[in-house]
């Protein structure tokens, strides 16, 4: 059984769930990754994670996506829900759920040609970064502290 579109629907940008994480260091600096040259929104600086697949939950396509594109492995407890963006671009409409996490195994490297910056919670809002992520840091400055 199939349910009835509204017609007014297929005007309106698609919904993309996107997950990220704000990997916090020893010594309270959150990791950033600068999107590669080729990429939409290229040179932009954005948390670590990516795209939730079908049937994926947010937790596993972190774990999944930071063994890919840095090279770390993450425990699923050691990832807490801190907020979550909605932001509209021009062909979709994103929504991204923001994670914590301060313990993992292994040494953050780039894997896909981004370039990493390790950044202290006050600097964040130096870096460019996507239209979605910007709204996040100020959830991160009171977390963290500046």
């Not at 297929?10 to 996107?18: E, F, G, S, T």
């Not at 953050?108 to 992520?133: F, K």
Request: glycine content about 8%.
């Amino acid at each position: 059984m199939s349910l009835p579109v509204d017609p007014a629907s297929r005007d309106k940008p698609r919904l993309l769930l996107v997950v990220a994480v704000a990997l916090v260091d020893a010594d309270g600096r959150v990791l950033l990754a600068q999107r590669p040259p080729g990429k939409q929104l290229a040179g932009l600086w954005e948390f670590p994670g990516g795209k939730v697949e079908p049937g994926e939950r947010p937790e596993g396509t972190l774990i999944r996506e930071l063994a890919e594109e840095i090279g770390i492995t993450v425990e699923e407890a050691c990832l807490a829900p801190l907020t979550f963006a909605s932001h509209t671009y021009d062909l979709f409409h994103l929504l991204m759920p923001l994670y914590v996490c301060r313990r993992w195994s292994g040494t953050p490297r780039p894997l896909e040609g981004q370039a990493l910056q390790w950044v202290r919670p006050r600097n964040l809002r130096d870096m460019p970064m996507p239209p979605a992520d910007a709204p996040l840091i100020p959830f991160l400055i009171d977390l963290l502290g500046p």
